[in-house]
């Protein structure tokens, strides 16, 4: 990232105006200035190291920069010095276990990290993206990954090297099912994991990390967060520095997972930047570099030719107002394989987790991917949902017993389906007081299969609610 400029390391510059994060500084020659996405750094009164990041070029040699922490009391005529570098942060084994914030510094009060090497978080894509449905033998090249929550692993399955989100607004249970995600794939798979907090609440990244140090998978975990209080330059470069670390795992030839609770502030910390910058927003309202923003993000979650490992990503994406329509979160769609909704409506009837399987998509459930079993029962199951949302319409004017006989059928069976597929989650044992299930992907076959064919129609349809597998 240091671009030849590396003979600028000496140079000083001068704070001449502070707008909030915007910290504009002035050098004496053209020459002089740093390079877009190089850091400068500078001190307030107090001592406190205050880290900028170049963001635009102005006339008369000056570089207008985002901050990354707070410029409280930080004074105009302060020296501001030039590193010659962009963001950089430690990576390697020695990051597992540990806490950091944006710029890779410890936040969890266990000492500084003795890390060898250290990367630049602004880094282009590398390699060739490798195509994975090329093949008519898809299966060949495809590698599942089991989290054990049925409805996921039915409908939505995961993929080594695709990209997923879950999409929901507040309260909906994204972060409680990204955790659930987290301890099955490292309990039960030895996975390794990157846990990226971009932008949200500093009371849930504190749960977390507590949560995960209670069922004891720290040890395969890099924790990066750039939380709620802090300004948006931090909101977004966490994303890339959570993103670094999850490419430094993969450049090992290992599978790395990597979570980010939540993408949508990512965009909405660029949405804050570019206003302090004074861009005109487009019509929608955001930044006009809202999609190559989410692009540049995106474009470096890849399994590349030459590499052994893959990235997996997670993200959970804020829906505003739920509204699905959002133009953040149209464009986080577009590069998602796996589309997962969650719904306010299923919330209300304590559905959990509260995945819509109708407004959800996913594009690997296809019979080259799973199989033909497993993709012939998933569209029965989404057939019998899909006729369960017509013939509800129709209940709740005439009651069910209008009904035709077969019509009621299917209205039975969907409405245990439903019940079948919520299931009680291990992080969420102290508030449910109900034992976490862990459901392999045959049982959760085998048991939609055996309810679709009737097995279970005398049965009443509480029975089937909040359990594991049929037995």
């Known amino acids: 990232m240091s671009n030849g400029n590396t003979d600028k390391k000496n140079i000083i510059g001068l704070v001449i105006a502070v707008q909030g994060p915007v910290v504009d500084v002035k050098f004496s020659r053209q020459e002089e200035v740093p390079n877009i996405y190089d850091v400068i750094y500078t001190f307030t009164v107090d001592g406190f190291k205050i880290i900028l990041e170049v963001a635009e070029h102005l006339p008369n040699n000056i570089a207008r920069c985002i901050s990354i922490n707070s410029t409280q009391n930080l004074q105009r005529n302060s020296p501001a010095f030039v590193t010659g570098s962009g963001i950089e942060i430690p990576v390697g084994d020695e990051m597992y276990t540990r806490l950091i914030n944006v710029v890779g510094e410890p936040i969890d009060q266990k000492g500084p990290i003795k890390a060898t090497q250290t990367q630049a978080i602004r880094q282009p894509p590398k390699g060739t993206q490798v195509r994975r449905h090329a093949n008519v033998k898809a299966r060949d090249h495809v590698e599942m990954l089991e989290t054990g929550i049925k409805i996921i692993d039915l409908l939505f399955p995961l993929v080594k090297g695709s990209k997923n989100g879950i999409l929901g607004g507040a309260a909906m249970g994204k972060s409680v099912l990204t ?3 987290i301890q099955h794939i490292v309990k039960r798979h030895k996975g390794t994991c990157v846990f990226t907090g971009a932008g949200e609440r500093v009371r849930e990244g504190n749960e977390l990390y507590f949560e995960l140090a209670r069922h004891d998978i720290l040890s395969k975990m890099k ?14 470069e966490v994303a890339m520095t959570g993103l670094t670390l999850a490419e430094n795992i993969q450049r090992q030839n290992k599978d790395v997972l ?9 965009l909405q910390a660029g949405q804050e930047i570019s206003t302090l910058l004074g861009r005109v927003p487009s019509e929608t309202g955001y930044q006009p570099t809202l999609i190559s923003e989410a692009s540049e993000f995106h474009e470096r979650i ?15 994406v804020y829906v505003p107002a739920d509204d699905l329509t959002d133009p953040a979160v149209v464009a986080i769609f577009s590069f998602l394989d796996s589309v997962i909704v969650l719904s306010r409506e299923k919330v209300q009837l304590g559905l959990y987790p509260a995945i819509d399987p109708l407004l959800s998509s996913c594009a690997n459930l296809d019979p080259d991917v799973v199989g033909q079993k497993h993709f012939d029962i998933s569209q029965q199951v989404l057939q019998i949902f899909q006729r369960y ?11 069910i017993d209008e009904l035709s006989m077969n019509d009621r059928l299917i209205y039975e069976r969907a409405r245990k389906l439903q019940y079948f597929l919520t299931q009680p989650f291990s992080v969420a044992e102290s508030y449910t007081g109900r034992h976490g299930e862990y459901v392999v992907l045959e049982d959760t076959l085998n048991s939609c299969q055996r309810i679709i064919k009737g097995e279970f129609d005398q049965k009443p349809e509480d029975r089937f609610y909040m359990i594991g597998a049929l037995h």
Request: proline share 4%.
């Open 179 to 181: 955790l659930e995600i």
């Open 389 to 399: 949302e017509e013939l509800r319409k129709i209940v709740l004017v005439i009651g």
């Open 223 to 236: 924790i990066v967060f750039g939380q709620m209080n802090e300004p948006p330059g931090a909101r977004y």
């Open 302 to 316: 890849r399994t590349s030719e030459g590499v052994g490992g893959s990235i997996t990503s997670i993200e959970a």
């Open 258 to 266: 990597l979570f980010i609770d939540n993408i949508f502030r990512f």
